[in-house]
């Protein structure tokens, strides 16, 4: 009889960095829109505001992805031109997972911007969980190289 793998919750964590030659106002305005994930998060087809609030703590958002998928994150931490965090709270399966996108002067045209997250998943085979974390790694891979030529034009 074949062994089915072992279902339960696992913890990680996800960071990934870039530098960016781009002024540090510049790359606030784009990151800090928090609805202006189409123009550079991969396979976001739409964004929209969830609350009347459009920055800081307390704005909600709805992301919807190419493929149907929808998922509501809140604003729960602001420090301007400095960090933003967020949680989801419906879409992933997970039952926690909270990111951080901060952004550092390197120097007078140089950002370093660094997007992090700490997952905690529904059941789910420890492969599975693996495999969920490459994925979102080469999403925050994707993203941010897409951010990145966009804010360097």
């Given at each position: 009889?074949?062994k089915?793998?072992?279902?339960?919750?696992?913890?990680?964590t996800?960071?990934?960095?870039?530098?960016?030659k781009a002024s540090?106002?510049?790359?606030?305005r784009?990151i800090?829109?928090?609805?202006g994930?189409?123009?550079?998060v991969v396979?976001?087809k739409?964004?929209?505001?969830l609350?009347?609030k459009?920055r800081?703590v307390?704005?909600?958002?709805l992301?919807?992805?190419?493929d149907?998928?929808?998922?509501?994150?809140?604003?729960?931490?602001?420090?301007?031109k400095?960090y933003?965090t967020y949680?989801?709270t419906?879409?992933?399966?997970?039952?926690?997972?909270i990111?951080t996108?901060?952004?550092?002067t390197?120097s007078n045209?140089?950002?370093?911007?660094?997007?992090q997250?700490y997952?905690?998943?529904?059941?789910m085979?420890?492969k599975?969980?693996l495999?969920l974390?490459?994925?979102m790694?080469?999403f925050y891979?994707?993203?941010?190289?897409?951010l990145k030529t966009?804010?360097?034009?």
């Amino acid at each position: 009889m074949k062994k089915t793998p072992k279902k339960s919750f696992h913890t990680g964590t996800v960071k990934k960095t870039i530098t960016v030659k781009a002024s540090k106002d510049k790359v606030w305005r784009k990151i800090s829109n928090i609805a202006g994930l189409p123009t550079w998060v991969v396979d976001v087809k739409k964004t929209v505001y969830l609350s009347k609030k459009k920055r800081d703590v307390g704005a909600v958002r709805l992301i919807t992805f190419e493929d149907g998928n929808k998922i509501e994150e809140h604003i729960v931490a602001w420090k301007n031109k400095e960090y933003f965090t967020y949680i989801a709270t419906e879409g992933l399966p997970l039952r926690a997972y909270i990111a951080t996108i901060s952004i550092k002067t390197k120097s007078n045209k140089r950002v370093e911007l660094t997007w992090q997250s700490y997952l905690n998943s529904k059941k789910m085979t420890e492969k599975q969980f693996l495999e969920l974390l490459v994925f979102m790694g080469a999403f925050y891979d994707s993203s941010l190289e897409n951010l990145k030529t966009i804010l360097e034009k």
